[in-house]
Every structure is written in structure tokens, then in C-alpha cells.
């Protein structure tokens, strides 16, 4: 049974710091690209950072320099350190497999961890 267990977020004020961790179960971990991905209220979820089998990692623009995202296969764990946040990064956060056309490889999603970056 896929199974992804997120956590780590919370309230932070403008230019500071959290370290989300997601613990998977039922994949093949260190065969799979894993990927952090975001929900702002009112949109859709998206993509920030990614990272591969072979640790290469991958970021959009808004969060290029700010994020690094890295894994360690032996606790089936992906991280998320996200430096200098902006209000902008208030989202709950997720992660999942990535498929190699940059899609969604898992249905199941968990319950996320909610990040709210507010003065």
C-alpha cells in the first residue's frame, strides 16, 4: 500500500527557515524521482522541486536558490529546507513520485504538512 507521510511545517516569519521531511512506504523508493510539490488556497497543486535516483535535483524559478530538496534512501525519506521563505510559500506541501514525462506517478497523496509564512 502507497503511503506518503509528510511533516515539518508551521508558522515562520518572512525570511526565515523549515525542514519538511516525507517518509514513503509501499514504493520503490530509491528507484523512483521524488518530488515536492505545493497547494496555495485557491489553486491548483504544482511542482517546486525534484530530485532522482542518482540525487540530481531540479527546481522552478520561484523557489530556485531559496529550496534544496535531498533524499536518503535507507529511511524511504525525502527532504525539503526551505531558507529566506516568503509569504508567497504559505501552501501545503506534498510529496509524490514523479514520472519521467513530469507527471504524478501515485494516486495516493497524504495529508501534507501546512507551511504559513506570516509576519
Known amino acids: 500500500q502507497v503511503q506518503f507521510v509528510e511533516s515539518g511545517g508551521g508558522l515562520v516569519q518572512p525570511g526565515g527557515s523549515l525542514r519538511l521531511s516525507c517518509r514513503a512506504a509501499?514504493?520503490?523508493?530509491?528507484?523512483?524521482?521524488m518530488g515536492w510539490y505545493r497547494q496555495a488556497p485557491g489553486q491548483q497543486r504544482e511542482l517546486v522541486t525534484w530530485?532522482?535516483?542518482?540525487?540530481?535535483?531540479e527546481y522552478t524559478g520561484s523557489v530556485k536558490g531559496r529550496f534544496t530538496i535531498s533524499r536518503d534512501n535507507a529511511k524511504n525519506t525525502v527532504y525539503l529546507q526551505m531558507d529566506s521563505l516568503k509569504p508567497e510559500d504559505t501552501a501545503v506541501y506534498y510529496c509524490?513520485?514523479?514520472?519521467?514525462?513530469?507527471?504524478?506517478?501515485?494516486?495516493?497523496w497524504g495529508q501534507g504538512t501546512q507551511v504559513t509564512v506570516s509576519s
Open positions: 530530485i532522482t535516483r542518482t540525487d540530481k535535483s
Open positions: 509524490n513520485a514523479v514520472t519521467t514525462d513530469m507527471g504524478v506517478k501515485f494516486d495516493t
Open positions: 509501499g514504493i520503490l523508493f530509491r528507484f523512483n524521482t
